[in-house]
């Protein structure tokens, strides 16, 4: 790789930064060439993900008493897949973790059970990722660069 293309690599590694979680659970580093179709999320313009109406209902019930507890329960269901894997890493018996999730599909109006609903768990929780690590990448911006 030539030295020119460090800004360019620079900034994919940055996209590819928006991706990881900030939680024990989800993905702590992602690299920019494992993204695939995944990097269209990157696309999207900061304001219409923050103005996602279940991106929204996830931020209000991660800051809610008990809430960031039942959104990391929720993407460590969304990795592990099971209830008692998810409860064995978390290390909670697994009704823990049945009555967290239970709670979120009551709220969110989803069925864990239903794939099409575990998928759209799965790509809220990566839509608030992008948002927050979003946010927080531009009031860090080296050299006024805009992601």
């Known amino acids: ?13 940055r996209r590819a930064l928006r991706f990881a979680s900030s939680t024990r659970y ?3 580093a992602v690299s920019y060439g494992g993204l695939g179709s995944l990097e269209l999320l990157a696309e999207l313009p900061l ?3 923050l103005n ?12 809610s008493p008990g809430g960031a507890q039942e959104v990391a329960t929720l993407e460590a269901y969304c990795v592990f897949g099971s209830l008692r894997r998810t409860a064995e890493e978390m290390h909670v018996h697994h009704s823990t973790v049945a009555a967290r999730l ?13 794939p099409m609903d575990r998928f759209k768990a799965t790509l809220v929780l990566m839509v608030r990722r992008v948002t927050l690590s979003s946010t927080e990448l531009a009031s860090s911006a080296v050299f006024g660069e805009t992601f």
């Open 1 to 13: 790789m030539s030295v020119y293309a460090a800004p360019a690599s620079w900034k994919q590694a």
């Open 26 to 28: 989800g993905r702590r």
């Open 47 to 49: 304001k219409r993900l």
């Open 52 to 63: 996602d109406p279940d991106a929204a209902r996830i931020n209000a019930i991660a800051t």
């Open 102 to 114: 239970a709670h979120l599909e009551a709220v969110m109006g989803w069925d864990l059970a239903d």
